[in-house]
């Protein structure tokens, strides 16, 4: 893979992880203590972080290095058939205050899943 293949692998890694975490970009610069500009070429795929940057990600997003680096999408075929509902199962399962134990088959429909989360938001208080 050459480097701006990686690049670009890595910016649609993190812009997921953003999207599906609600995080702005001036968010992230402001956790990691780096310019926007420099999150913003990470999310153009420009240029890619120092591995302590990455690692900061993960820490933030409760995710595995491997999440932002490799191509997930292209190791066989989803687990979920619908994207949205794939990025809310993601969610739930990537923020501890939102993981419960229920049965995520093939057949569980975005609405369920968003259901689920809005039932912990209103037991928490979140709303």
């Not at 999440?67 to 999408?73: F, G, R, V």
């Amino acid at each position: 893979m050459s480097e701006q293949e990686f690049n670009t692998l890595f910016a649609k890694n993190l812009n997921h992880y953003l999207h599906i975490n609600g995080i702005t970009q001036l968010d992230l610069a402001n956790r990691l203590g780096v310019s926007t500009s420099a999150v913003s070429a990470w999310c153009r795929g420009a240029k890619t972080p120092r591995m302590d940057k990455v690692d900061a990600m993960c820490k933030y997003f409760r995710i595995k290095r491997s999440d932002l680096m490799e191509d997930k999408e292209n190791k066989g075929s989803s687990y979920y058939l619908d994207d949205e509902t794939r990025d809310l199962a993601e969610f739930l399962y990537t923020n501890p205050e939102y993981k419960v134990l229920f049965d995520a088959t093939r057949n569980v429909k975005k609405d369920d899943i968003q259901f689920v989360k809005e039932m912990i938001d209103r037991i928490s208080n979140k709303e």
